[in-house]
């Protein structure tokens, strides 16, 4: 394939040497002279592992050239790789002026451009950026439409400097956000050989991929970091606890807490939550990342409070009173909570929980509900349908499929479901539902 790389940078040179490596025409374009200088020498401009020989191989090979010239670049080529910079501005805000320089000038050399040409975004950009930033750019520059003459679209890349040409050969998995097939072909036969899964989704949500894998890793950096002062102050070895909490792939390396829903609650992660924060406190540990946990989970309880505010409705449904699916434990749910504070404000509220038997109560569980909920005996219906029946609004935060039956045979159409637990067959359902947190 004949491939233009704009940017040569860590991403951009690595991309370009590895792609003459396998066999394609490529064109390193970028306004560094110097950089331009190098490669076209057969050296590399960045200090990656491997890369001296494979800057030297790919020039000896004659597959690779340099260019400043994104006219040619375009015009010689069906595919464009953008690997600019897009470093923090001074409010945090993405610096996009490469991204909006480089897109007029592409815009520009596209205008004589009759066959098909795939501009494929490497760089990291906040979701929107190529449908509402770059799209109009090029479409002005070029008297085109995106789509028709040439095709935008999003691929992250996932290489970590220091290893590279290695993660460039092995990603995690390729992830193309496209709005037609064309690209995605054109791509596939790109990338398509590598040893790892491709995956098509939406531009937006494929920049957005990015940035949260970037945000996991640097929590996930934290979380440990954060845990080694701990165990530090406590005189426990932090490398055998991380090694060991890893070692559970089960519950802790896995997909488990990591779908998106309510705010946690329940004996457990709270508590101890605290428990961490005060022992914390009493050996001068800071740690800010563990410490804004419990506030962000507050968070969570008050956007849901907010919403359910702003339908107006005053004759509330909770369905799933408990702080998970198939347990009665109502100690800090945050359901609970909810319900308290809808009651402050004047609600109207009729709740279901198959679980949750008052009678059955017992200890802690039914201390807890009585002082929080302490005329939840006149709240409690037995059957569903009564609390659908009594209600404008219902809210889900039970993942029960025979729930959900009855749910979508019993609600009318003028009600609204606020969703809790993404409720797989919502779309067939008579009435609107929405995401209650997001
Ligand atoms: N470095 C990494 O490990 C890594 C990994 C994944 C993604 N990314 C993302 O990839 C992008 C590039 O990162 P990098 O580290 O390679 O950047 P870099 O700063 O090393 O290189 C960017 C290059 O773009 C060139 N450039 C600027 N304006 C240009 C223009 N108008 N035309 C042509 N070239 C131009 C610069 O001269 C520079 O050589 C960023 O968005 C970054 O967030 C980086």
Redesign the pocket.
């Known amino acids: 394939m004949n491939i233009s790389i704009?940017?040569?940078?860590?991403?951009?040179c690595v991309s370009l040497a590895c792609l003459a490596r396998d066999g394609h025409e490529v064109i390193g374009?970028?306004?560094?002279r110097t950089?331009l200088e190098l490669i076209a020498a057969g050296k590399t401009p960045?200090v990656e592992e491997g890369m001296v020989d494979l800057v030297a191989a790919a020039a000896a090979s004659g597959r690779m050239r340099v260019s400043d010239d994104v006219r040619d670049a375009v015009a010689n080529t069906e595919i464009s790789l953008v690997?600019?910079?897009?470093p923090s501005a001074a409010n945090g805000n993405q610096d996009l002026s490469?991204i909006h320089?480089?897109s007029a000038?592409l815009g520009a050399a596209l205008k004589d451009k009759a066959s098909p040409h795939v501009i494929v975004f490497?760089?990291?950009l906040a979701p929107g950026t190529v449908e509402d930033v770059i799209r109009p750019i090029v479409e002005d520059a070029s008297g085109k439409r995106d789509g028709e003459h040439f095709h935008l679209c999003f691929q992250p890349?996932?290489?970590?400097?220091g290893s590279?040409i290695r993660d460039y050969d092995k990603p995690p998995f390729t992830i193309v956000g496209a709005n037609a097939d064309y690209p995605v072909e054109v791509l596939r036969a790109l990338f398509g050989h590598l040893p790892c899964a491709f995956h098509t989704t939406s531009v937006r949500a494929a920049e957005m991929v990015k940035l949260c894998c970037n945000n996991f890793h640097a929590l996930k950096i934290t979380f440990a970091n954060e845990t080694a002062r701990l165990c530090g102050s406590l005189g426990v070895d932090p490398f055998e606890v991380m090694d060991l909490l890893c070692k559970d792939t089960q519950l802790n390396i896995s997909k488990a807490y990591l779908k998106p829903g309510y705010a946690f609650g329940g004996s457990c992660l709270p508590k101890d939550l605290r428990a961490t924060l005060y022992m914390a406190k009493q050996h001068d540990v800071e740690l800010p990342m563990l410490g804004g946990v419990l506030p962000s989970n507050r968070e969570h309880v008050a956007r849901a409070v907010d919403k359910v505010l702003a339908t107006g409705k005053r004759r509330i449904g909770l369905i799933g009173l408990s702080f998970k699916t198939g347990t009665d434990d109502l100690r800090e749910s945050p359901t609970v909570t909810l319900a308290e504070q809808l009651i402050g404000k004047g609600m109207r509220l009729s709740v279901y929980d198959p679980e949750v038997h008052l009678s059955r109560l017992l200890g802690a569980n039914k201390r807890f509900i009585e002082q929080h909920l302490p005329h939840i005996g006149e709240l409690i219906c037995a059957d569903v349908r009564d609390v659908v029946a009594k209600s404008d609004v219902l809210i889900v935060s039970l993942a029960d499929p025979k729930v959900f039956d009855v749910l979508r045979d019993s609600v009318r159409p003028e009600q609204l479901v606020l969703d809790l637990v993404r409720i797989p067959s919502a779309s067939s359902w008579p009435c609107n539902v929405a995401g209650l947190c997001w």
């Open positions: 704009f940017g040569l940078g860590y991403v951009g374009v970028d306004v560094d950089k960045v690997c600019v910079g897009t490469a320089r480089l000038d490497r760089s990291t890349e996932f290489l970590r400097e590279s």
